[in-house]
C-alpha cells in the first residue's frame, strides 16, 4: 500500500493506492489492477472520495477477455474495513477516529464505579459517535469494549444501563442507532470549554445515529 502523505489529520485528503501485494483477505485486487482511491478525515470518520481502477501496460492491456476478468476478480466490498485497519496499524499512522472525539475521562467505567449523568451522556454520545464513524463490518461493541478497557459484556450491559432520560436506543440491542436526549446534550455543553463545545456543535456524529449515511 501506497500512501503520498505521511499524516491524516481532520479534514486532511490522502491518496492510498493498492494492488495484489496488499490482499489480506478483506479486499483482493488481481495482478496487473491497481487501485487508487482518494479519502478524507471528516470528523474522525475515514470517507472515500473518489476510486479509481487502473490496468497496468503489458500483454493483458490488448486483451478485452483479459480486462473483463480481472475486473471481475476485483472485491472491494470491503475496501473502508481494509483503511481502516491499515491506517489503524500503529506501524503506519495509528490512527484512531476517537482522537476526533471529545475529550473526556472514562475510567469510571474501567474502575466499575458508580457513573454520573454527565458520565452517562458522555458515554452515549461515544456509542453514537463509534455508530457513525466505524466501518459497518465491524463490531462497534467490541471496538468500544477495547477503547473504555472493560470486556465487550460489559460493555454490553452498560450500553443497556443507560438512563431513558439521557439516551434512546433504537432497534435492539445488537443493532446500531440511538440518539441522545436534549436533557443530555445540555448537560455536556454545559461541562465543555468553548473549543469542544463547538465541535459538539459542528460534528454530525455525536447526537444521534439513524442507520442512515450522514456524509
Same mark, same amino acid.
Given at each position: 500500500?501506497?500512501?503520498?502523505?505521511?499524516?491524516?489529520?481532520?479534514? $486532511?485528503? !490522502?491518496?492510498?493506492?493498492?494492488?495484489? $501485494?496488499? #490482499?489480506?483477505?478483506?479486499?483482493?485486487?488481481?495482478?496487473?489492477?491497481?487501485?487508487?482511491?482518494? %479519502?478524507? #478525515?471528516?470528523?474522525?470518520?475515514?470517507?472515500?472520495? #473518489?476510486?479509481?481502477?487502473?490496468?497496468? $501496460?503489458?500483454? @493483458?492491456? !490488448?486483451?478485452?477477455?483479459? !480486462?473483463?476478468?480481472?475486473?471481475?476478480?476485483?472485491?472491494?466490498?470491503?475496501?473502508?474495513?481494509? @483503511?481502516?485497519?491499515?491506517?489503524?496499524?500503529?506501524?503506519?499512522?495509528?490512527?484512531?477516529?476517537?482522537?476526533?472525539?471529545?475529550?473526556?475521562?472514562?475510567?469510571?467505567?474501567?474502575?466499575?464505579?458508580?457513573?454520573?449523568?454527565?458520565?452517562?451522556?458522555?458515554?452515549?454520545?461515544?456509542?453514537?459517535?463509534?455508530? #457513525?464513524?466505524?466501518?459497518?463490518?465491524?463490531?462497534?461493541?467490541?471496538?468500544?469494549?477495547?477503547?473504555?478497557?472493560?470486556?465487550?459484556?460489559?460493555?454490553?450491559?452498560?450500553?443497556?444501563? %443507560?438512563?431513558?432520560? %439521557?439516551?434512546?436506543?433504537?432497534?435492539?440491542?445488537?443493532?446500531?442507532?440511538?440518539? +441522545?436526549?436534549?436533557?443530555?446534550?445540555? +448537560?455536556?455543553?454545559?461541562? @465543555?470549554?468553548?473549543?469542544?463545545?463547538? +465541535?459538539?456543535?459542528?460534528?454530525?456524529? +455525536?447526537?444521534?445515529?439513524?442507520?442512515?449515511?450522514?456524509?
Amino acid at each position: 500500500m501506497k500512501i503520498d502523505k505521511q499524516t491524516f489529520d481532520l479534514d $486532511e485528503e !490522502l491518496t492510498v493506492s493498492v494492488d495484489f $501485494e496488499d #490482499n489480506d483477505g478483506l479486499i483482493f485486487i488481481p495482478k496487473n489492477v491497481s487501485v487508487e482511491i482518494k %479519502i478524507v #478525515n471528516y470528523f474522525g470518520k475515514i470517507v472515500i472520495n #473518489n476510486l479509481s481502477i487502473n490496468h497496468l $501496460e503489458d500483454e @493483458l492491456s !490488448l486483451s478485452k477477455v483479459g !480486462l473483463e476478468q480481472n475486473l471481475n476478480n476485483l472485491d472491494v466490498k470491503l475496501l473502508d474495513r481494509f @483503511l481502516f485497519k491499515q491506517l489503524s496499524d500503529k506501524a503506519t499512522f495509528s490512527y484512531s477516529p476517537f482522537d476526533s472525539f471529545l475529550k473526556y475521562d472514562f475510567s469510571v467505567y474501567e474502575k466499575s464505579r458508580r457513573p454520573s449523568d454527565l458520565d452517562w451522556s458522555m458515554f452515549a454520545s461515544l456509542y453514537v459517535f463509534a455508530c #457513525n464513524v466505524i466501518p459497518e463490518s465491524i463490531k462497534v461493541e467490541l471496538t468500544l469494549a477495547k477503547y473504555l478497557r472493560v470486556s465487550e459484556e460489559v460493555f454490553k450491559r452498560l450500553l443497556k444501563k %443507560i438512563p431513558d432520560k %439521557i439516551f434512546r436506543k433504537t432497534g435492539h440491542l445488537e443493532s446500531r442507532g440511538g440518539n +441522545l436526549t436534549f436533557d443530555a446534550e445540555e +448537560l455536556i455543553k454545559k461541562n @465543555l470549554n468553548d473549543t469542544q463545545a463547538k +465541535l459538539f456543535e459542528e460534528s454530525p456524529f +455525536l447526537k444521534f445515529h439513524s442507520g442512515s449515511d450522514l456524509v
